[in-house]
Protein backbone atom coordinates (compact mmCIF):
# COMPACT_ATOMS: atom_id res chain seq x y z
CA UNK A 1 0.00 0.00 0.00
CA UNK A 2 1.37 3.36 -0.84
CA UNK A 3 1.26 6.21 0.66
CA UNK A 4 -1.90 8.19 -0.39
CA UNK A 5 -3.63 5.04 -0.41
CA UNK A 6 -3.30 4.65 3.61
CA UNK A 7 -5.23 8.11 3.07
CA UNK A 8 -8.82 8.86 2.82
CA UNK A 9 -10.62 10.94 0.03
CA UNK A 10 -10.95 13.87 2.40
CA UNK A 11 -7.48 13.93 3.64
CA UNK A 12 -6.07 13.65 -0.32
CA UNK A 13 -8.51 16.46 -0.86
CA UNK A 14 -7.62 19.11 2.16
CA UNK A 15 -3.58 17.76 1.17
CA UNK A 16 -4.46 19.25 -2.89
CA UNK A 17 -5.93 22.15 -1.06
CA UNK A 18 -2.55 22.73 1.58
CA UNK A 19 -0.36 22.67 -1.80
CA UNK A 20 -2.20 24.75 -3.93
CA UNK A 21 -2.51 27.48 -0.75
CA UNK A 22 1.52 26.87 -0.34
CA UNK A 23 2.44 27.05 -4.13
CA UNK A 24 0.37 30.20 -4.59
CA UNK A 25 2.33 31.62 -1.48
CA UNK A 26 5.27 30.30 -2.33
CA UNK A 27 5.01 32.29 -6.01
CA UNK A 28 3.78 35.51 -4.14
CA UNK A 29 7.20 36.30 -2.86
CA UNK A 30 9.18 39.38 -3.92
CA UNK A 31 12.20 37.93 -4.63
CA UNK A 32 13.99 41.64 -4.16
CA UNK A 33 12.03 41.93 -0.84
CA UNK A 34 13.65 38.93 0.49
CA UNK A 35 17.45 39.33 -0.92
CA UNK A 36 16.77 36.65 -3.19
CA UNK A 37 16.97 38.28 -6.70
CA UNK A 38 20.28 36.92 -7.18
CA UNK A 39 19.91 33.61 -7.41
CA UNK A 40 16.63 33.43 -9.52
CA UNK A 41 16.83 33.00 -13.00
CA UNK A 42 15.91 35.63 -14.73
CA UNK A 43 16.39 34.17 -18.52
CA UNK A 44 13.14 32.87 -20.22
CA UNK A 45 12.46 29.33 -19.81
CA UNK A 46 12.92 27.13 -23.16
CA UNK A 47 10.67 24.89 -23.91
CA UNK A 48 11.74 21.55 -23.70
CA UNK A 49 13.08 19.66 -26.46
CA UNK A 50 10.42 16.31 -26.10
Known sequence: MTAAEALTQEQRHQIGLEL???????HAVHLDRVGLSARASHSPRTPSSS
Open 20 to 26: ARVLARL
